[in-house]
């Protein structure tokens, strides 16, 4: 079993910026792909970005050239770098990993608003 657990969200104005962080229990944390989803409410969760086990990444088109993920094996931990929020950023961000099985995160509340 893989215990993931997210920090760093928050409230934060638009415009503003954000850095979320996901945390692994696992030493294979290095095989695994793993990715930030959001759920805002009353809305689908939906794949924000993702970052395979040789760092290639893709992001969902709302959130290019805004958001960064980026992961560290030595700290088994991941990273979502989010700049220029939008209000329609606010959600509860998970975090997945994926590779022999799915693991989820308990999820962070980010809340953009002014």
């Known amino acids: 079993q893989v215990q993931l657990v997210e920090s760093g969200g928050g409230l934060v104005q638009p415009g503003g910026s954000l850095r979320v962080s996901c945390a692994a229990s696992?030493?294979?944390?290095?095989?695994?792909?793993m990715a930030w989803y959001r759920q805002a409410p009353g809305k689908q969760r939906e794949l924000v970005a993702e970052?395979?086990?040789?760092?290639?990444?893709d992001y969902v088109d709302s959130v290019k050239g805004r958001f960064t993920i980026s992961r560290d094996n030595g700290k088994k931990t991941i990273y979502l770098q989010m700049n220029s929020l939008k209000p329609e950023d606010t959600a509860v961000y998970y975090c997945?990993?994926?590779?022999?099985?799915?693991?989820w995160g308990q999820g962070t509340q980010v809340t953009v608003s002014s």
């Open positions: 970052i395979s086990r040789d760092s290639v990444t």
């Open positions: 696992t030493d294979f944390f290095h095989f695994y792909t």
């Open positions: 997945n990993a994926r590779w022999n099985n799915i693991y």
